[in-house]
T-cell receptor, first 119, second 110 residues
Framework: EAGVTQFPSHSVIEKGQTVTLRCDPI?????LYWYRRVMGKEIKFLLH????????ESGMPNNRFLAERTGGTYSTLKVQPAELEDSGVYFC?????????????????FGPGTRLTVL | EDQVTQSPEALRLQEGESSSLNCSYT??????LFWYRQDPGKGPEFLFT???AGEEKEKERLKATLTKKESFLHITAPKPEDSATYLC???????????FGKGITLSVRP
């Protein structure tokens, strides 16, 4: 079974530019999550999709960040315009529908991350 | 607010020297506590889920335990390949967002 994949693995852009990150979840996983780790801090939640719908976007830093999941498959996270403080590693994770696990919480499986550097 | 604190920040062990990593947490209605392993340049790799106090899970040299306030990851006779950052995260009852600790960087010398 293929894992969560993310593209690109690294991105270096200048302040004010636009960057789009892509995540392909594990096939059949309805839940897709975006997280971010900035230097020296813990991994923090950004948002959660269930299929194509945004279930929770309470972690999105501001309106420069736009996440989409058209068709309920892959997701993109666009940062426009990028600022210096957006630098960090962006992780995507996916999980199955919890009803398939008897209501218990499901493991979230993470991708390798995209390292974003804003100069 | 949900909170996870991991200690120590870094741990250096000699090969074969057993030890424990601590994860203290506060959460509104724990739905699950997760342990992940992360190698440099890679994403977190799932290790264990614990659901209720008293639960234990084992995998090779690792054993995870859970109480109402903390979890321990016990490493028995570690090997150099166990060197990694170990992350603890909690899932609250009300939503599906994991709250992570900062992680514990484990280094095992041969």
């Amino acid at each position: 079974e293929a894992g969560v994949t993310q593209f690109p693995s690294h991105s270096v852009i200048e302040k004010g530019q636009t960057v789009t990150l892509r995540c392909d979840p594990i096939s059949g996983h309805d839940n897709l999550y975006w997280y971010r780790r900035v230097m020296g801090k813990e991994i923090k939640f950004l948002l959660h999709f269930v299929k194509e719908s945004k279930q929770d976007e309470s972690g999105m830093p501001n309106n420069r960040f736009l996440a989409e999941r058209t068709g309920g498959t892959y997701s993109t996270l666009k940062v426009q315009p990028a600022e210096l403080e957006d630098s960090g590693v962006y992780f995507c994770a996916s999980s199955q529908d919890s009803s398939l696990a008897g209501g218990l919480s499901n493991e979230q499986f993470f991708g390798p991350g995209t390292r974003l550097t804003v100069l | 607010e949900d909170q996870v604190t991991q200690s120590p920040e870094a741990l250096r062990l000699q090969e074969g020297e057993s030890s424990s990593l601590n994860c203290s947490y506060t959460v509104s209605g724990l739905r699950g506590l997760f342990w992940y392993r992360q190698d440099p340049g890679k994403g977190p790799e799932f290790l264990f889920t614990l659901y209720s106090a008293g639960e234990e899970k084992e995998k090779e040299r690792l054993k995870a335990t859970l109480t109402k306030k903390e979890s321990f990851l016990h490493i028995t006779a570690p090997k150099p390949e166990d060197s990694a950052t170990y992350l603890c995260a909690v899932l609250p009852g009300a939503n599906s967002k994991l709250t992570f600790g900062k992680g514990i960087t484990l280094s095992v010398r041969p």
